[in-house]
T-cell receptor
């Protein structure tokens, strides 16, 4: 069975500083990894995915993520955070053995202060 | 692309009543998923349709829950004899048949049981 851990409940950064949201995963086969963002009372918006290929994946709104197979991690990054990036971020994994479902972490609340 | 649409956005009902939620997926997507999200947690998989066929159900989906997708387009999720523990956000997502494509989520239906 697949699982995801987001070790930080909250991340606080100043606007203009780099932002990192951590994620580690566990799957039995090859991982297919996703990041989503959720704003209050809204659904999840897709940011980026890793399926195969380059370990550095670029996504929407200036976000990128680095896949590290040896550390089983998929950390989300943004070089210069904006106040509007304040939201709840979820990492998710899909295992091809159960390719119909995503398994999500508990989420990380990001607060970017002006 | 009008996105995934869910109705209603909010539902308040008394314990013991039946409720039904509707999801309209992105039109060209043949896969449809239901998830449940409680406060402070990531979404948890409930069930999955490919076209009109319900292919997987989580053990979270007790016999009080039923989901349908009669014509392979919209889907309904019904909860009978609601309980306090059913209070949650119910999220619908859809995706194309390509396994490497992301799931796209609606804004959810928030259910509150009095």
């Amino acid at each position: 069975a697949q699982s995801v851990a987001q070790p930080e409940d909250q991340v606080n950064v100043a606007e203009g500083n780099p932002l990192t949201v951590k994620c580690t995963y566990s799957v039995s086969g090859n991982p297919y990894l996703f990041w989503y963002v959720q704003y209050p009372n809204r659904g999840l918006q897709f940011l980026l995915k890793y399926i195969t290929g380059d370990n550095l994946v670029k996504g929407s709104y200036g976000f990128e993520a680095e896949f590290n197979k040896s550390q089983t991690s998929f950390h989300l990054k943004k070089p210069s955070a904006l106040v509007s990036d304040s939201a709840l971020y979820f990492c998710a994994v899909r295992d091809l053995a159960d390719d119909y479902k995503l398994s999500f972490g508990a989420g990380t609340t990001v607060t970017v202060r002006a | 692309d009008t996105g995934v649409s869910q109705d209603p956005r909010h539902k308040i009902t008394k314990r013991g009543q039946n409720v039904t939620f509707r999801c309209d997926p992105i039109s060209e997507h043949n896969r449809l998923y239901w998830y449940r999200q409680t406060l402070g947690q990531g979404p948890e998989f409930l069930t999955y349709f490919q076209n009109e066929a319900q292919l997987e159900k989580s053990r979270l989906l007790s016999d009080r829950f039923s989901a349908e997708r009669p014509k392979g387009s919209f889907s309904t999720l019904e909860i009978q004899r609601t309980e306090q523990g059913d209070s949650a956000m119910y999220l619908c997502a859809s995706s194309s048949g390509d396994w490497n494509q992301p799931q796209h989520f609606g804004d959810g239906t928030r259910l509150s049981i009095l």
